[in-house]
């Protein structure tokens, strides 16, 4: 990156937040807050559409980074760069780079090879043993340490995958690394998981009717797109794709508010 950063640039421009509305299961989540329900979302998307739907910082653990902020790569500096500052250089076609130093300013995403962010770790440890749900929706739980995280609550904690197919069950070879605690929807000892096959709005919005709350989910999706098509000039703009590894909400059930 540092010594050819014009690839990186060029890909960020077609990912670039902005270009896709949040989705049900965005809006989803934006409830759960609502309601006094979510601990926190842990997710894998860099896409800032967790925060587009109503989620702040507080609310968000950015695993593997986001856009939403970028710095300078400078050795002695690290200046703070907002979005809009680089959604114009990189919609101008320049390499951004700093105002102070003239380094290259990097989205702070996590790049292969570096380390997650410092929060990521911090926060599980606080979170993990409040937990009273655990739902995992649109993820391969491929990618370590995120996946290992549903192995991090108490053993009784139920835990709900909304997802196209069945995934993160017992590996008898990641137990011997200490990813123990896998998903287990089926063997004779199942007792707390659950897979919801299929996409992610359709199983928020399953799940959201059997609350009670379809109506309310519906109309806040409905108020929230409308909104953003009057502010952006994009009347009909494209909905969201369903992201593979779209999020992991950590939910406190009993409706109190934990910080």
Known sequence: FQQNPEPFFALARELYPGQFKPTVCHYFMRLLKEKGMLLRCYS???DTLERVAGLTSDDLIEAHGTFHTSHCIGTFC???YPLSWM??????DLIPKC???DSLVKPDIVFFGESLPSRFFSAVKSDFSKVDLLIIMGTSLQVQPFASLVSKVSSKTPRLLINKEKT??????????GFGGGMDFDSEKAYRDIAWLGNCDDGCLALAELLGW?????????????????????EGSKPD???KE????????DGKEDK
């Not at 959604?87 to 101008?92: D, M, T, Y």
């Not at 379809?214 to 994009?234: M, Y």
């Not at 779209?246 to 059930?253: E, G, I, L, Y």
């Open 241 to 243: 794709k369903v992201s």
């Open 99 to 101: 105002e102070k130093c």
């Open 214 to 234: 379809k109506a309310e989910l519906e109309e806040l999706v409905k108020k929230e797109h409308a909104a953003i098509d009057s502010t952006s000039g994009k």
């Open 168 to 177: 993160g069950q017992s590996d008898p070879f990641l137990g011997v690394l």
């Open 87 to 92: 959604k114009e250089k990189i919609f101008s």
């Open 78 to 80: 690290g200046a703070e």
């Open 44 to 46: 894998q998307n860099i």
């Open 246 to 253: 779209k999020s992991s909400s950590v939910t406190n059930a």
